[in-house]
């Protein structure tokens, strides 16, 4: 649960920066929370939302989405669009350039159209809060014929800014792209950090590009050991971090409960009133190693990015790196490789040469790498296309709302993934 403290901080930083963000029924929430019906803010604040609880607790993800996007598109005076995760904002506003024609049609007949993961009987609860609204339905048949460059501000010309409650690591991903086009020209807060379920830091400066969060002492008792490891590694409180350095994270989420690594790295960004401010840097758990090589997952989703930048008219949606060995004989005779599967906005098919690019960026960023490519040890990176929406359908496999993993070793997921491959 997250604490009022951090609540109170999180709106108290939103109204400062956005002064008309708190207005009554200006925020809508589009995220799946099942079997709960709070919001990411911690609270369920009913005056704040003009989107229904009951919403985001249905059994399916995109159902959910769905339905809590139909209401956000009924009000054009909206200041805040909210979400868990960056991914969820991204798969609402996919479902919106997928469905606008059924959705423009359900606000003009003030309708909740039957769908799969949408029980009739909440189904029967939610259209009663609708009502016909034909003037808008036909604004946003409008604007959606116009494309959707830029779509969220023209259709809710007031909002303000975007919530998400994580987006640091390969989340971020989503970030860029909602910028680069669906929400081009608004800000992205990211209020809290969280960490072996949580919560441990906040963020007080909204209109700051990329996020750093105050480490609050009272909501978990943290210990941090240096990066990197010394050799007879010993771990440091809160009032003996350095500016500047880098350090792995120990919690103990509350008294009574078990001591853990939460294999998460962290810079020190500096202070505010004598509590350190950090950027999280990676986690040690996502990482590819086929030969021992050992590339983080950030450091990897940075090779990516600079090689699709390689590819004229490509924007990356998202990816997942599988280590060969998890495919079995399905993966081929070759040395160890990795598998790389990836969705393209504004790309359908790559050539050899640019498919080439990604093992090419990776040899220049690792000089690991490159020896154990030069020497056949690992084979050579093989890269494939997936299908629109592919993970967004498997985030609906994950059944969670959390971030999904972009280092793939549960084979049930491989699979899914695979059966999206269009190239």
């Known amino acids: 649960p997250l604490p009022a403290q951090g609540s109170l901080l999180y709106l108290d930083a939103l109204r400062a920066a956005f002064p008309q963000a708190l207005a009554s029924r200006g925020t809508a929430l589009l995220s799946w929370l099942p079997g709960c019906a709070r919001s990411p803010a911690g609270w369920p604040l009913p005056t704040l939302y003009c989107t229904p609880a009951e919403a ?19 009000d054009r005076a ?3 669009l909210e979400a868990g995760l960056a991914a969820e904002l991204h798969d609402a506003l996919a479902t919106l350039r997928a469905e606008w024609p059924g959705l423009a049609q359900d606000l003009a007949l003030g309708r909740l159209s039957p769908q799969p993961g949408l029980p009739e009987d909440l189904r029967g609860q939610l259209q009663a809060l609708l009502a016909p609204d034909s003037a808008r339905a036909a604004e946003l048949r409008a604007e959606c014929a116009h494309g959707f460059e830029g779509i969220v501000r023209r259709l809710w010309p007031q909002l303000e800014v975007l919530v998400v409650g994580t987006a640091h690591g390969a989340e971020w991903l989503y970030c860029d792209i909602l910028g680069q086009a669906d929400c081009k020209g608004l800000p992205i807060y990211c209020p809290f950090y969280w960490a072996a379920g949580a919560l441990l830091g906040v963020n007080l400066w909204p209109e700051e590009p990329a996020p750093r969060f105050l480490l609050c002492p009272d909501w978990a008792f943290c210990e941090f050991l240096p990066c990197p490891a010394e050799e007879e590694p010993r771990t440091v409180l809160l009032g003996e971090l350095w500016e500047g350095r880098e350090y792995g994270l120990v919690v103990t989420a509350r008294p009574g409960e078990y001591r853990c690594q939460a294999r998460e790295v962290l810079r020190v960004a500096g202070f505010h009133k004598q509590c350190p401010m950090v950027e999280p840097v990676r986690r ?12 983080p997952e950030e450091r990897f989703c940075r090779s990516l990015r600079r090689a699709v930048g390689m590819w004229p008219g490509a924007r ?21 490789h990795y598998e790389v599967f990836l969705e393209l906005r504004g790309l359908r098919d790559l050539s050899e040469g640019q498919r080439y690019k990604l093992d090419q960026c990776l040899q220049e960023d690792f000089p690991v790498y490159k020896s154990f490519r030069f020497k056949g040890s690992i084979g050579p990176l093989r890269l494939h296309l997936v ?14 709302p959390c971030p999904m993993p972009r280092v793939l070793r549960e084979e049930r997921l ?3 993934i695979q059966s999206a491959v269009i190239s």
Do not use: H, N
Not at 316 to 336: I, K, M, N
């Open 78 to 80: 909206l200041r805040v």
């Open 316 to 336: 990356l949606v998202d990816y997942v790196c599988v280590e060969s060995a998890l495919l079995g004989a399905s993966s081929g005779a070759c040395a160890p």
């Open 414 to 416: 491989l699979r899914l």
């Open 387 to 400: 299908g629109a929406g592919a993970f967004a359908r498997l985030r609906e496999a994950l059944g969670c």
């Open 284 to 295: 040690e758990s996502q990482a590819l190693s086929v030969r021992g090589e050992s590339i």
């Open 56 to 74: 985001g607790t249905l059994p399916s993800r995109a159902a959910a989405l769905r339905v809590q996007l139909l209401f956000a598109l009924r």
